[in-house]
């Protein structure tokens, strides 16, 4: 669910500590989305910092709090707690410190990753437009996100609803 970009990395001495990303080591902006069956992307956040966490980014978006009960929701270890909060959450099990899996959690873990395969073919498809994969030098206010709802398909929508 979450998609990173890589960006320019700042001048300023204070600036470049909030877009570094430890994971992917370069300084980047991260975007959550939410992706369908068919690899279409229906909603995508603002653009924020690359350092700040999965789980800290959805807390202050609450992307999934308008999501139906009904509809199952599949995230990745980077959401660990998230589960505590919607009931339609299917999140990989955690490896007991100091033990193994169970036979039974691995092949739920590998069933959901199968299934979540989907959505990282959709980030694919989105990197696929080179505006994206490049690093990202604009300065213009809020580009970095018209940018990214343009790569989505999700532009039209936007004008739609401004």
Not at 50 to 63: I, T, Y
Not at 110 to 120: F, P
Not at 128 to 156: C, E, P, S
Request: charged share 30%.
């Amino acid at each position: 669910m979450a998609l990173q970009r890589p960006v320019q990395r700042p001048t300023d001495s204070e600036k470049p500590k909030l877009n570094y990303s430890g994971k992917k080591k370069r300084h980047t902006r991260k975007h959550l989305a939410a992706v369908d069956q068919n690899k279409q992307v229906l909603v995508l956040t603002q653009a924020r910092e690359g350092k700040l966490h999965d789980k800290k980014l959805h807390d202050q978006e609450k992307l999934i709090g308008n999501i139906p009960v009904e509809i199952p929701i599949e995230v990745d270890s980077g959401f660990q707690g998230i589960q505590h909060q919607y009931e339609n959450i299917c999140i990989p099990h955690k490896k007991p410190k100091g033990g193994e899996l169970s036979e039974q959690q691995r092949l739920e873990n590998r069933k959901l990753s199968q299934s979540r395969v989907i959505c990282e073919n959709a980030f694919a498809g989105v990197k696929r437009y080179g505006a994206v994969n490049q690093i990202y030098r604009n300065h213009k206010n809020d580009f970095d996100d018209k940018l990214m709802l343009t790569a989505t398909g999700l532009w039209n929508l936007y004008l739609i609803a401004a």
